[in-house]
């Protein structure tokens, strides 16, 4: 079993920063990719930004440049580091990781965008 917890989340204004963590229980999420998604309202649900276990990281498009993922194994920990936010990144953001054909989310966190 592995649980999930994010945090940090919250209101900014446009062209302001935010970081993600996503901390994890159980020492096997450190061999996985973990993933940070959102969910805007009545949107789909969308892949952010994806880490390997080796820190390689991989990015959308619309946060290319803006949004940082790092992990700290160590900790158990995937951060995202959000800069220049705009309000269309406004959205519950949710990090994932898949262990063992496993899919398991955290219970999100808000963040709005908005002056």
């Known amino acids: 079993q592995v649980q999930l917890v994010e945090s940090g989340g919250g209101l900014v204004q446009p062209g302001g920063s935010l970081r993600l963590s996503c901390a994890a229980s159980?020492?096997?999420?450190?061999?996985?990719?973990v993933g940070w998604y959102r969910q805007a309202p009545g949107k789909q649900r969308e892949l952010v930004a994806r880490i390997t276990s080796g820190g390689n990281p991989d990015y959308a498009d619309s946060v290319k440049g803006r949004f940082t993922i790092s992990r700290d194994n160590a900790k158990n920990t995937v951060y995202q580091q959000m800069d220049r936010l705009k309000p269309e990144d406004t959205a519950v953001y949710y990090c994932?990781?898949?262990?063992?054909?496993?899919?398991?989310w955290g219970q999100g966190t808000q963040v709005t965008v908005s002056s």
């Open positions: 994932s990781v898949t262990i063992l054909h496993i899919d398991y």
């Open positions: 159980g020492t096997i999420f450190s061999i996985a990719p």
